[in-house]
């Protein structure tokens, strides 16, 4: 199971942590990614990572805005949102292959 939170309204420039908390797998094991889909929009690739976290990518319209981790420890993963644009409005979700959990919305908006 993977429970995506985190989300809300937030002016542009600002910033939001997103988490999404894993159950029923061996997280640790697993690479992970964030996908977002804006309103009247198909999904979009937002970021992912490896299983150990050594390894991020990101979507070109966020890198450097927004940062990827993990805590195999607590079985979390993480989406640091900084200097966010009205574009990234969207619902946002955690996904590991084909399975996607529940997502949090997230909304730029002054």
């Known amino acids: 199971q993977l429970q995506a939170s985190g989300g809300g309204l937030v002016q542009p420039g600002g910033s939001l942590r997103l988490s999404c908390a894993a159950s029923?797998?061996?997280?640790?094991?697993?690479?992970m990614t964030w996908l977002r889909q804006a309103p009247g929009k198909g999904f979009e690739r937002v970021s992912s990572?490896?299983?150990?976290?050594?390894?991020?990518t990101y979507q070109h319209s966020v890198k450097g805005r927004f940062t990827i981790s993990r805590d195999n420890a607590k079985n979390t993963l993480y989406l640091q949102m900084d200097s966010l644009k009205p574009e990234d409005t969207a619902v946002y979700y955690c996904?590991?292959?084909?399975?996607r959990g529940q997502g949090t919305q997230v909304t730029v908006s002054s």
């Open positions: 029923g797998f061996t997280f640790s094991n697993y690479g």
């Open positions: 990572i490896d299983s150990r976290g050594t390894s991020l």
């Open positions: 996904t590991l292959g084909s399975y």
